[in-house]
């Protein structure tokens, strides 16, 4: 099992250039989240997919959206990238806790827009 | 609204014993996990406390008190590979009741 694969690793991009961060988890989890990482901060919450079909805004959604193309798939797109959007982006999946709550996070994208 | 904390730096010796503490507000509380995460890396989990009392998980221990919205985790005969941060992250009904992460704890531990 590869688990969380996120793809790119690395982008750079320009103001106002757009792209799309994939993600795919094969452990068949229902719940799929995308998360940013500031230097120094904790993960913030962009968007969150509790089923296939379903997406919610989380703490920090301004700037971004998504598709959760399938039960395996959730990407995140950026349509007009800010230099605020610099971050590294991590997905993450999980299945409604009947044990330990555990989240299965991807690699990371590390973003940075000049 | 919502808050976690969380100490910045953390520094302890080979072999020693260090504590992370977490306090949190949140709406709702379902539960206070552990998250560590090296340098360059994603974050894996540690530990999940949904009741009040100490979990064991080998060399790491975590505590919750939800009375005192308080927890902490405990790591015994520190090795240099426990070199990371550590996350506490509570789940609460905010944001379709998903997780809510601290600001990190940097743990140094030097030979």
């Known amino acids: 099992n590869a688990g969380v694969t996120q793809t790119p690793k690395f982008q750079v991009l320009k103001t106002g250039q757009s792209m799309t961060l994939q993600c795919a988890q094969d452990?068949?989890?229902?719940?799929m989240y995308w998360y940013r990482q500031d230097p120094g901060m904790g993960l913030r919450l962009i968007y969150y997919s509790a089923s296939e079909g379903t997406t919610d805004k989380g703490e920090v959604p301004n700037g971004y959206n998504v598709s959760r193309l399938n039960k395996r798939e959730f990407s995140l797109r950026l349509e007009s990238a800010a230099p605020s959007q610099t971050s590294v982006y991590f997905c993450?999946?999980?299945?409604?806790?009947?044990?330990?709550?555990?989240?299965?996070f991807g690699p990371g994208t590390r973003l940075t827009v000049t | 609204g919502q808050s976690l904390e969380q100490p910045s730096e953390v520094t302890a010796v080979e072999g020693a014993i260090v504590q992370i503490n977490c306090t949190y507000q949140t709406s709702g509380f379902y539960g206070l996990s552990w998250y560590q995460q090296h340098d360059g890396g994603a974050p894996t989990f540690l530990s999940y406390?949904?009741?009040?009392g100490l979990e064991e998980t080998g060399r790491f221990s975590s505590f919750l008190s939800r009375s005192d919205s308080y927890g902490y985790l405990l790591l015994q005969e520190l090795q240099m590979k426990d070199s990371a941060s550590y996350f506490c992250a509570v789940r609460s009904t905010d944001y379709g009741q998903n997780f809510v992460f601290g600001p990190g704890t940097r743990l140094s531990v030097l030979p």
């Open positions: 406390n949904a009741l009040d």
């Open positions: 452990m068949n989890h229902n719940s």
């Open positions: 993450a999946s999980s299945e409604p806790p009947a044990g330990p709550d555990e989240q299965y």
